[in-house]
C-alpha cells in the first residue's frame, strides 16, 4: 500500500478561505429542506394553537372537521398517542408534552393537529375546527418588580448567584457609583426557515426528516417519548435555513409529525407557520436588569452589581443568565451577580443566540460606559484599568484574554483617538453624530462527541459525523479540518454530516460546533492515520477508524475559555424624526484559531447584525387583555432589512490557545455581544440622552428629547 | 379550475386549482420547483421572489390564477446551458450564501436589478441602489455585506464581459470601454 496521507504541504488548509461546499445547490435552488422532500403518499399535519392564555380545553369539536374534503385525522389530548415522561439533554422538557392533557398554558398552545391530503385541506379544516375552553384568569405582566419573582435553583447550565464582599460598603466608600436599570423586551430568532418535519414509517424504522440542530438528540428524544429502540429511530436534517438557538432542542412539529405517522400509518409533514413559530419554538424573554457600579475616581472599581430578571412560562423553567457576563469581564472587592425568574402565562422562553450574554452586555456595557463619563474617562481606558488577571468569580487562569488588543486594534482603525468625548458636540443638518464603544465576551465551550473517518479503496476518504449545517459553513469548515488532519487535498474527502445513524454528536448551538466536532474528527483520523501506516491494502469496503472525545474532554485542564472582543458604531440621529441611523460598524474579535475566513467573517458580521437589529428594531409585543402577540409576523416585528444595515468591518486579532488540540473557540454568538451596547453608547454620545430600554425606537428618542434630559 | 402557465421555459398545466390557492403553492406543491420559499407567506420577506413575466414578484401573493398565460421564472430557471447564472455564481464566490433560505429570492431580484441596469447598458448599481432594490428580501444569517460583495461583484463582471464583447465587436472602442 502507498502512502494514502502527507501529501499536502504543512500548511494545510485550515485559515484559508472555502467558499461552502453546498453553494451550488443552495443558488439554483436545489438544495432541499426539511419541509420539502416528497414521499409517496405523504399525509399533511396542521397545528391547532390555543387562543386562550389559561385555562382547560373543555371540547374539541372534531366531527364537522372529519367529514371536510381530505381529512384523515383530527388528534387532540383525547385520542393522541400517550408520551413517555423522560429526561432529555436538559432534564424532563414540558414543552414537548403536548397533546396530553387539556391544560393550556399560554396563547399558542398546541391544542391539536388535523391531518389530510394536502396542507391546504388541513389548513382548512384546522381553521374550521371549534375549540371550546374553560378559561382562567391570565398575568403576562412582566417586571423587575413582579410579586412572583423568586431565585431558581441552580442547574447545569447557570448558578444563580454568585458573590464575594460587601457591596453595600464598596458603593457606600467609591467616589463614583452608577446604579440603573436597563430593561431588553422579549426577542425572536425568525429564522428564515419556519420549522418543518416530515415522520414515516420505513421497514419497522421511524425515519424523521425534521429541521433542528442535533439530529441524535432529537432522536434519542424521540426514542424515550415515543418508547422506542434508539436504533429504530432515524433523525436527518441535511439543510436547515438557519435555527440560532430555535432549533436546538426537540420541538413541537417533530413530535406531531411523529404522532400523526402513527395514527395514520402514512408519512405525515408538519409545518409551521411564521405566526406559530412565536409560539412553540422559544424565544427570548425580556429582561430587567439593575446593574450598581462603585469606583473611584480613577475608575477602579471597588464594588460591582448585575441583578438580572427574566420570564418564564408556568410548565418549565427556562432563566436567561444576563448576569453571567460580569463574572468574566470586570473585577471588584465587592462583586455580586444574581438572577430572578417569574411564572408567566407565556410560552416557555429559550436559547437564542448568545443566551444571557446578548442581553446582560447591553446592560453591563451600558453601564460602564455611564461609569466612564462620571469619571470623565475614555471607557476605553476604563475597560483597561479593570483588566481581571483571573477569572473574577473563579479565580482560574485565562486560557487566552485578548480584549484589550481589539480595543487597541479597533481604536486605530475606527479613528477613536479623534474623537470629542463631549456628548451632542457633533451635529450634520438635522443629524446628531456620535459614536460608541463595548466589550464582547462569550464562552468556549465543548462537549463530547464522536464521528467515523473512513479511508476508501479508491484513494479518497469519507468523514461521518452527526454535524448539522444552519447555514454557519460547518460542512465545508469539517471538510478542512478533515483535510489538515490527514494531510490530502480538500478534493479527496467527503463529509457527511446530520444524519442520527453516524452516532453521537455535540448539537450546532452555544458556538460549541465546531472546536467539538474538530476534536472527534481529528482524533479518528489520527487514528486512521497510524492504522494505514500498517502495511496491507485497502479492502474494497475501506478501513474505518472511530473516536469518541468524552474522555479527552474529561482531562482538559479547568480554566477561563472565552472569546473577547471589541465592538465600535458610529450613529446618526434624526433629531425631527427621532430615527436612529447606523453608518458604520467595527468588531474586532480575539476568538481562538478561524478556520475559514470566509465564511467566519459572515458569522461575525450576521451577529453584528443581529446586534444593530435588537438595539432599534426587535420587539415583541403582548397584549394584556388576551395575553396574545399582536405583532407575530415580519410585518410587526421588525429585524433589520438591507437598507438598515452600514458598512459592517470584521476582523480579528492573533489568539493562540494552546491549552486546546484544536485551537477553536467558536464565532456563532460573539459578533452580537455588546453590539447594543456600542450602538446604545453611540446614541447618548450623539444626543447627550441614555436610552437604557430597547429597542431605541424614534418614539422613545423623541420623547426622551422632549424631556430635556 | 385549470391553470396553464410557462414555468422556466416549460409550458405547464395545474388542474383543480383552487381559487385561493398562491403562484406559490403551486410551484412547489404541484410542479416540484420548491427553490421558491415559504417563509411568510404574506410578502413581506421576499424569499420567494420570482419573475411574472418582466417584473419580480412574491410568489406568496400572486393567485395562481393570475399567473394563467403568463412567463413565471425561478431560481430554477435561472441557470442556462453554459452555467450558472452570473449573479447565482457570484453569491457563491462572494461568500452569500449562508442558511440558504433566502437566497433563492435574492438572487431573482439581484439578477432584476442587473438587468435593468447592467444588462440595460447602463451604469453598475451603487451601493444605495443595491440596497434599496433588495431591501424587501430579509436574510437573518448574513448581515447583507457579501451580498452586497456578490452583486457587486457580478455587475462588475457583466460591465466587463459586455466590455469585452464591445470591444471585439468594435475594436477601435476598446480602450474606451475600459
Keep these: 500500500m502507498t502512502a494514502m496521507t502527507g501529501t499536502v504541504a504543512a500548511a494545510g488548509t485550515v485559515g484559508a478561505s472555502r467558499t461552502r461546499m453546498e453553494g451550488r445547490a443552495k443558488v439554483t435552488g436545489a438544495a432541499r429542506y426539511a419541509g420539502e422532500i416528497p414521499f409517496a403518499d405523504l399525509a399533511h399535519g396542521w397545528l391547532v394553537a390555543s387562543t386562550i392564555a389559561r385555562g382547560r380545553v373543555r371540547s374539541v369539536e372534531s366531527a364537522p372537521v372529519l367529514a371536510m374534503p381530505g381529512v384523515l385525522a383530527v388528534l387532540h389530548h383525547q385520542n393522541a398517542p400517550r408520551l413517555e415522561e423522560f429526561a432529555g439533554m436538559l432534564g424532563p422538557d414540558p414543552t414537548i408534552q403536548i397533546l396530553q392533557n387539556d391544560r393550556v398554558p399560554h396563547v399558542g398552545w398546541p391544542v391539536a393537529l388535523v391531518v389530510a391530503e394536502t396542507s391546504e385541506q388541513a389548513r382548512e379544516a384546522a381553521d374550521a375546527l371549534v375549540i371550546r375552553y374553560d378559561q382562567e384568569p391570565h398575568d403576562i405582566a412582566f417586571s423587575a418588580q413582579h410579586p412572583g419573582m423568586y431565585t431558581p435553583d441552580d442547574s447545569p447550565l447557570l448558578v444563580t448567584e454568585t458573590g464575594k464582599g460587601d457591596i453595600e460598603a464598596g458603593l457606600a466608600a467609591s467616589a463614583v457609583v452608577v446604579d440603573e436599570e436597563y430593561t431588553t423586551p422579549e426577542e425572536h430568532h425568525n429564522a428564515m426557515e419556519p420549522h418543518a418535519a416530515m415522520a414515516r414509517w420505513d421497514s419497522g424504522r421511524l425515519e424523521v426528516v425534521d429541521s433542528n440542530q442535533g439530529p441524535f438528540a432529537v432522536a434519542q428524544d424521540l426514542a424515550k417519548m415515543f418508547s422506542l429502540d434508539l436504533a429504530s429511530v432515524r433523525v436527518r436534517s441535511e439543510h436547515v435555513g438557519g435555527a440560532f438557538g430555535s432549533k436546538g432542542l426537540t420541538r413541537p412539529p417533530v413530535v406531531l409529525a411523529v404522532m400523526a405517522a402513527i395514527v395514520t400509518d402514512r408519512p405525515v409533514r408538519v409545518v409551521l407557520t411564521r ?6 419554538v422559544g424565544y427570548r424573554s425580556p429582561t430587567a436588569q439593575r446593574v ?35 463574572r468574566v469581564m470586570y473585577d471588584a472587592d465587592a462583586h455580586h451577580t444574581s438572577h430572578r425568574v417569574v411564572r408567566l402565562d407565556v410560552p416557555t422562553p429559550s436559547w437564542m443566540r448568545a443566551p444571557g450574554e446578548a442581553p446582560g452586555s447591553f446592560a453591563l456595557e451600558s453601564a460602564i460606559d455611564e461609569l466612564a463619563h462620571k469619571c470623565g474617562m475614555d471607557p476605553i481606558a476604563l475597560r483597561a484599568r479593570n483588566e481581571p488577571a483571573v477569572g473574577p468569580v473563579s479565580g482560574l487562569p485565562f486560557s487566552s484574554r485578548n480584549v484589550l488588543g481589539c480595543f487597541e486594534e479597533g481604536a486605530r482603525r475606527f479613528g477613536w483617538a479623534d474623537r470629542d468625548p463631549r456628548p451632542g458636540a457633533a451635529r450634520e443638518g438635522r443629524w446628531l453624530l456620535g459614536t460608541g464603544t463595548a466589550a464582547a465576551t462569550y464562552p468556549a465551550r465543548v462537549a463530547p462527541s464522536t464521528a467515523a473517518v473512513t479511508a476508501e479503496a479508491d484513494g479518497t476518504f469519507t468523514v461521518r459525523i452527526t454535524a448539522v449545517d444552519l447555514g454557519t459553513g460547518a460542512r ?6 478533515a483535510a489538515d488532519a490527514l494531510e490530502v487535498e480538500l478534493d479527496r474527502i467527503q463529509v457527511k454530516i446530520a444524519d442520527s445513524d453516524f452516532g453521537q454528536a455535540m448539537i450546532a448551538g452555544g458556538s460549541m460546533g465546531t472546536r467539538s466536532w474538530a476534536l472527534a474528527i481529528t482524533a479518528a483520523a489520527t487514528e486512521l492515520r497510524a492504522q494505514l501506516a500498517l502495511p496491507g491494502d485497502i479492502p474494497s469496503d475501506g478501513i474505518t477508524a472511530r473516536s469518541d472525545t468524552a474522555e479527552a474532554i474529561g482531562a482538559l485542564a479547568r480554566q477561563e475559555r472565552h472569546s473577547f472582543g471589541a465592538q465600535f458604531a458610529e450613529v446618526a440621529v434624526d433629531v425631527t424624526t427621532g430615527e436612529v441611523r447606523v453608518r458604520r460598524m467595527l468588531g474586532i474579535f480575539a476568538a481562538g484559531r478561524v478556520v475559514n475566513p470566509l465564511t467566519a467573517r459572515s458569522q461575525l458580521i450576521g451577529g453584528m447584525t443581529w446586534g444593530l437589529s435588537m438595539a432599534l428594531h426587535e420587539e415583541a409585543i403582548r397584549d394584556q387583555a388576551s395575553g396574545a402577540h399582536v405583532n407575530a409576523d415580519l410585518a410587526g416585528y421588525h429585524f433589520a432589512s438591507n437598507a438598515d444595515v452600514p458598512v459592517i468591518e470584521v476582523d480579528w486579532v492573533d489568539d493562540p490557545d494552546t491549552h486546546d488540540p484544536t485551537g477553536i473557540k467558536g464565532l456563532g454568538e460573539i459578533g452580537i455581544v455588546g453590539a447594543a451596547a456600542a450602538i446604545a453608547n453611540a446614541v447618548w454620545h450623539a444626543t447627550g440622552v441614555r436610552h437604557r430600554d430597547l429597542p431605541i425606537r424614534p418614539d422613545r428618542v423623541l420623547l426622551a428629547g422632549s424631556r430635556g434630559c | 379550475m385549470r391553470v396553464s402557465m410557462r414555468v422556466n421555459g416549460r409550458r405547464v398545466t395545474a388542474e383543480d386549482v383552487w381559487e385561493g390557492e398562491s403562484l406559490l403553492f403551486v410551484l412547489r406543491e404541484r410542479l416540484g420547483l420548491p427553490g421558491s420559499k415559504n417563509a411568510c407567506e404574506q410578502g413581506e420577506c421576499g424569499s420567494c421572489t420570482v419573475y ?16 394563467g398565460g403568463r412567463d413565471v421564472v425561478t431560481v430554477e430557471g435561472l441557470a442556462g446551458a453554459a452555467g450558472l447564472d452570473a449573479v447565482q455564481q457570484a453569491f457563491m464566490d462572494a461568500g452569500a450564501v449562508q442558511c440558504g433560505f433566502c437566497t433563492p429570492g435574492l438572487i431573482v431580484q439581484a439578477h432584476y436589478l442587473l438587468r435593468e441596469t447592467v444588462d440595460a447598458g447602463g451604469p453598475v448599481p451603487d451601493d444605495g441602489e443595491i440596497r434599496e432594490v433588495l431591501a424587501g428580501n430579509l436574510c437573518r444569517c448574513t448581515g447583507y455585506e457579501k451580498i452586497l460583495d456578490a452583486v457587486r461583484l457580478a455587475a462588475a463582471r457583466k460591465a466587463a464581459a459586455a466590455a469585452a464583447a464591445a470591444g471585439q465587436a468594435e475594436p477601435g472602442q476598446a480602450e474606451v470601454g475600459r
Design chain 2, 52 to 67: 411574472l413575466d418582466d417584473s419580480p414578484v412574491c410568489a406568496c401573493l400572486v393567485a395562481a390564477g393570475q399567473a
Design chain 1, 292 to 326: 450598581r457600579l462603585g469606583a473611584d475616581t480613577d475608575g477602579r472599581l471597588r464594588a460591582f452589581d448585575h441583578q438580572a430578571a427574566s420570564l418564564t412560562s408556568t410548565i418549565h423553567e427556562f432563566v436567561e443568565s444576563s448576569a453571567g457576563i460580569g
Design chain 1, 275 to 280: 405566526r406559530q413559530m412565536f409560539s412553540v
Design chain 1, 476 to 481: 465545508t469548515a469539517l471538510t478542512q479540518i
